[in-house]
């Protein structure tokens, strides 16, 4: 467990020229095709019958040649990206990642004196709007196979860690009020053992919420989405960092978002472990909190 200051001590860096030219193109973009929809009427191309998957995405065959090795890349890319991973986040989300979050959490019911787990940490940034709501670092607990992710993690929060995959959590049952994982659903190996794992590990009564990027429902959506991501990201995090690992993670996060099995997979699995009340909230049709209670 690290004893640095809390975040609440550390500024948030400025938006930069670059970053709000990207801003205004994609909300331009995005809106258009949001138009351009409704007079489209298209049927949902998305869910196919054989999509009925465990893993959240196949094999990506031009990253990894099978599932040993995916978790290996997966486990290294994070790792040699970690220093740059908040400032590609915020160019990427316009600087509103830490609301949304905070929101998403909120919704999902989240309450001061909750103890909460945050799975899949990386820096902190689901964990650090935990403890804003929570009030107190020593009840929010960050996990994260990545060491990389973790040591950044530590620079700004005050929390206890733990190094280890959402696969197999190494701690006893019934511990936590909620659980929290996002952006990192597309990184598990299948997702009803991992939704087994955070099941066990829950209060009955307790909360699980999963924040992820889902591919629109439809054709227009995704190709502008497509275009901005494996695109205009990439093209700004090569000017803004010049490291070509942090460009290879971020062309590889739309690739499993587009790979990534349909939304209702994701309901269907939070049910088949036992979570009632299973939701999936949306906004601009992208972003989606996933929650479920454990009965009790
Ligand atoms: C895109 S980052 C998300 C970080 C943070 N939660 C956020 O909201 O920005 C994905 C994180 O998932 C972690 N991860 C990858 N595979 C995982 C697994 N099987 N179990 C738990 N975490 C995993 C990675 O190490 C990385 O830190």
Not at 48 to 55: D, F, L, Q, R, S
Not at 108 to 131: F, P, Q, S
Not at 188 to 205: D, T
Request: with cysteine; proline share 5%.
């Amino acid at each position: 467990m690290a004893h640095n200051p809390p975040y609440a001590a550390i500024g948030h860096p400025v938006t930069t020229a670059r970053e709000s030219a990207a801003r205004t193109l994609f909300i331009y973009g995005f809106l258009a095709g949001h138009l351009l929809e409704s007079f489209a009427m298209k049927n949902d191309t998305h869910i196919t019958p054989e999509n009925h998957v465990k893993a959240p995405h196949p094999i990506l065959k031009d990253y990894y040649e099978d599932e040993g090795a995916r978790k290996q890349f997966v486990r290294g890319i994070f790792d040699r990206t970690a220093q740059n991973y908040d400032r590609v986040e915020r160019m990427m989300a316009f600087g509103s990642g830490s609301w949304h979050r905070r929101q998403c959490l909120l919704k999902a019911g989240l309450k001061e004196g909750m103890e909460v787990l945050d799975v899949a940490m990386g820096t902190g940034l689901v964990a650090r709007e935990a403890i804003g709501i929570v009030g107190d670092p020593s009840k929010v607990i960050g996990l994260d196979p990545s060491a990389g992710m973790l040591a950044e993690a530590r620079k700004l929060l005050n929390v206890p860690t733990i190094q280890a995959m959402g696969e197999q959590l190494p701690v006893p049952a019934n511990q936590f009020d909620f659980l929290s994982m996002g952006y990192a659903l597309r990184h598990l190996s299948n997702l009803e053992q991992v939704f087994s794992e955070y099941f066990r590990v829950l209060k009955p009564g307790g909360t699980v919420c999963i924040l992820e990027i889902t591919r629109p429902k439809y054709k227009i959506s995704t190709l502008l989405l497509k275009a901005y991501m494996k695109g205009i990201v990439p093209l700004l995090t090569r000017l803004t960092t010049r490291h070509g690992e942090t460009v290879l993670l971020f062309e590889y996060y739309w690739d499993t978002i587009e790979a990534c099995v349909a939304p209702e997979k994701v309901l269907e699995a939070l049910r088949n472990v036992g979570f009632a009340e299973v939701t999936r909230r949306t906004e601009l049709s992208i972003f989606s909190a996933y929650t479920g209670k454990k009965p009790g």
